[in-house]
């Protein structure tokens, strides 16, 4: 038995089996490379699902988290923290957002986002309204109420019923948003780019409609940016490609590099329905996660990451349009979120993507037939060009 197939039979004896896990075993990592525990080496172009936007194991990154550990980790948010206040500043100066809740992740935060939804009509504006409209392929997280605001069976399966108060639309269809906007309806939650859906971009136009609709109804505009937020689309957040501004935003992944770390941000006159008691969380923007945070965005307004993932986003995009491989039906999304739609099968486009792995060149395939591709905003332009190169080999094998 080698190495690899004994650490996957003890997870079998001790992991719930929760994940399909890609045939590799991470030992270590550094930039947009890691290694396997018999040191085969791979490039990362998944970056823990948006999550190591600033490449693994960061040197700056790792030198704040040790003088942290020693100064304050933990006390609980029943204290004032200055790491919490330093983050909130810099967070609020990318975008027109007035306050700040911290919490421990993506699907945390929509939970926020949907309570204060609810709350905020409820409370502040004094009405029944508690109905979230969400859309077709969305994912917004892994909980109960997540769960249904993503809608996807796949998710659901096993989990019945559904949370009450929410209802799913269309994906991009203004017609079925306005049918289905009642007195009832307190938020449109939705994701500019829809990354697990396939790397799906709105139109402005869409967007737009959306923001005019809620406002005429009395009803909040609710944006997810957990995956395609902090400088990954090009701009600090995905709606900033639109004219928009979003009543609640949510964010998580690239926040702490690593570290369990999500926020929900909303206006001063929304934020009135939080009072001390209606929400809280243990964990959630500890001293030591939002001090990382605090330098994760200190570096990517530094060294000008929207910018730089805008710019490599369209390198890599002509890139791979120029294979002109009839396997390419085309590339989707802005930046560094990036989704390749083949027009093979789904057995065949895993069979790619396992190709691919073999490789050693990580990355994801969602929706069946669409490698997305998350790489480092810190990654260099030759290692576009590897993957580049190893994409083409392969799709010319398909061809042949």
Known sequence: MTRFEA?????EQLL???YGRYPVSVARAKGSKIWDIDGKEYLDLLTGIAVTSLGHCNEELADVICEQAKKLIHVSNLFYQEEQLELAERLLKTCHMDKVFFCNSGAEANEAAIKIARRYQQR?????????????????????????ATGQEKYLDGFAPRTDGFVQVSWHDINALEDAVTEKTAAVLMEIIQGEGGVNCLSPEYVEKVQELCHKNGVLFMVDEVQAGLCRSGKWWSFQHYNVKPDVMTNAKALANGL????????????????????????GGGALVTKVGAKVLEIMERDHLAERAEALGAYLADKIMALDSPWVKEIRGFGLIRGIQLTCTEESAKELWNKLIADGIILNLTQGTVLRLLPALTIGTSELDYFVDILSKHLKAIEK
């Open 7 to 11: 650490l996957k039979a003890k997870e």
């Open 16 to 18: 719930c089996r929760t």
């Open 124 to 148: 502040v504006k004094n009405t029944k309204r508690y109905e979230i409209i969400t859309m077709s392929h969305a994912f917004h997280g892994r909980t109960l109420a997540t769960l249904s």
């Open 260 to 283: 369990p770390l999500g926020c929900m941000m909303t206006t001063d006159e929304i934020s009135q329905a939080f009072v001390p008691g209606s929400h809280a969380t243990t964990f």
